[in-house]
């Protein structure tokens, strides 16, 4: 079994930053394709960026220039930094992340429990 937990969230004023966290722990062999998105109320879930086990990363237009995907494999967690944050950047951000179990290296996709981002003044 595997579990992810999400992190850091929060309330910031447009122009602001936050990073967000997400760890994976449990049966795992590797984590390959990652993703973040985010669903905004009355909105459907969207992808804002992808990183690949390759480390090859691609953006939403939306967030390009402002938001950077990254991953430190020794801790098993992806980050999210959001930089220049807008209010139309308020939603609640999943981290996805593409894991294989290390007892039978079955490939698995698991989501985040998400975290609320908002964007206010």
């Known amino acids: 079994q595997v579990q992810l937990v999400e992190s850091g969230g929060g309330l910031v004023q447009p122009g602001g930053s936050l990073r967000l966290s997400c760890v994976a722990s449990g049966s795992i062999f590797s984590i390959n394709a990652m993703g973040w998105y985010r669903q905004a109320p009355g909105k459907q879930r969207e992808l804002v960026a992808t990183?690949?086990?390759?480390?090859?990363?691609n953006y939403a237009d939306s967030v390009k220039g402002r938001f950077t995907f990254s991953r430190d494999n020794a801790k098993n967690t992806v980050y999210l930094q959001m930089n220049n944050l807008k209010p139309e950047d308020t939603a609640v951000y999943y981290c996805?992340?593409?894991?294989?179990?290390?007892?039978?290296?079955?490939?698995?996709?698991?989501w985040g429990q998400g975290t609320q981002v908002t964007v206010s003044s």
């Open positions: 996805n992340v593409y894991i294989r179990d290390r007892l039978n290296l079955k490939g698995t996709n698991y």
């Open positions: 990183l690949t086990g390759a480390g090859i990363t």
